[in-house]
């Protein structure tokens, strides 16, 4: 197949798709790359170990895509659940359930716009969408992917106020605050991943004697990139959220508040919220540790075995990880009468949907019923949920 105006590269070259998976290592064929046009300039033949990938490739694109529409068709309507029932309950919208709300719907984003075209990748052999689309689908991956894990940094920064400096932060834990806490970190993290528009953009690679397309980026950034989401996405996050737990903790175990003594209610409420947090803060741990272990091995260590049981894990992980975003309803309804009152109110249909009547203690100081003392206050400073 002849090319105009192309240059052949004849040097070893490895192309890596978002999933991690090597595309194309080109060690015995010439490739013309002439802009978005890619052409074999050398006769090639598939042997065995291809028509075994071919097979392969043919079970993933079959299990992959039923696997994702099932966390999309779950996932949707439990966050969307979530986010009915706190909004509808005026007595639930308090600082944890606004920051559930907030999380409900970064995995809202991320199951409509990234996990049907994710799921696209593993079933067709090139990317159907075009440039534009390959940028804004990035996008949302890494900025819901931000989202979701400094979401659970700041409930995690909620919990330890109200377990470690309950008077205190009584004024700093309102709803108003948790709204601008919300719309800045969800500012500060689109801009802050506005590069991914300018990287990405739909590639043609030769792979078994054909030529396909992926979104991806420029290979040489990726090091920079993946070192970047490892560090910023996961690991300092997990390392602060792990901080946070420890004196929380602490606290709990010897159960004491500075300046007066916490009721067993209180405590046990105050253990109860920060247990359901706690559970959802080791899930999303649990299930994005094995990709981005991966992703960090394939794309800045360069050191990934490519082999059909390593490629496999690697497709196991993403589902994990993409499994993450359809988990959290059901451990609030696990976790929180609450959330399972609600819950069963608006899907048995018991009538109209009624805010489930809840005692909330509120963290809030502003028109108290009656005089506040120290020990009323902290009695007072924690959630149901």
């Not at 030769?206 to 910023?232: H, K, L, W």
């Not at 059901?330 to 949907?353: E, Q, T």
Request: hydrophobic residues 50%.
């Amino acid at each position: 197949m002849a090319v105009n105006n192309t240059t052949d590269l004849c040097v070893a070259y490895r192309v890596v798709n978002q999933q991690g998976v090597v595309l194309f290592e080109n060690d015995s064929q010439c490739v013309d790359w002439g802009g978005p046009t890619v052409s074999i300039t050398q006769n090639c033949t598939m042997d065995e170990a291809d028509d075994e990938g071919k097979s392969f490739e043919k079970i993933v694109a079959i299990v992959v895509p039923v696997i994702f529409g099932l966390i999309a068709l779950t996932g949707f309507l439990g966050n969307l659940l979530v986010i009915v029932v706190v909004w509808c309950n005026k007595q639930m919208r308090n600082t944890t359930n606004l920051l559930i709300i907030n999380l409900a719907i970064a995995d809202l984003f991320f199951i409509i716009i990234c996990v049907p075209f994710t799921a696209t990748i593993f079933a067709v052999p090139v990317w159907p969408f075009g440039t534009a689309w390959c940028k804004i689908y990035q996008f949302m991956i890494n900025v819901t992917a931000y989202a979701s894990v400094y979401t659970l940094v700041f409930m995690s920064l909620d919990r330890y106020l109200a377990v470690v400096h309950p008077i205190s932060s009584m004024t700093i834990r309102t709803e108003r605050n948790a709204w601008i806490v919300i719309l800045v970190s969800w500012s500060i993290i689109l801009l802050g991943n506005v590069h991914v528009l300018i990287a990405y953009e739909e590639v043609p690679y030769p792979f078994n004697c054909e030529i396909r397309t992926t979104c991806m980026n420029d290979p040489a950034q990726g090091p920079v990139f993946y070192s970047c989401f490892f560090t910023f996405a996961f690991v300092l996050p997990v390392c602060g959220m792990c901080v946070l737990y420890g004196f929380m903790v602490k606290r709990l175990m010897y159960g004491v508040v500075p300046g007066g003594s916490q009721s067993a209610e209180s405590l046990r409420s105050k253990k109860r919220v920060t247990r359901m947090v706690v559970i959802v803060v080791v899930i999303f741990v649990i299930c994005w540790t094995p990709i981005q272990i991966i992703l960090l091995c394939v794309y800045v260590l360069d050191s990934y075995p490519e082999t059909g049981l390593a490629l496999g894990f690697q497709i196991a992980s993403n589902c994990l990880a993409y499994m993450n975003s359809c988990v959290n309803p059901f451990l609030y309804a696990f976790l929180s009468d609450y959330f399972r009152k609600s819950f069963k109110k608006l899907l048995c249909c018991y009538g109209p949907f009624k805010p489930v009547k809840v005692k909330i203690e509120r963290t809030t100081a502003a028109r108290p019923p009656e005089p506040v003392t120290r020990t009323t206050a902290m009695n007072n400073n924690s959630h149901a949920v």
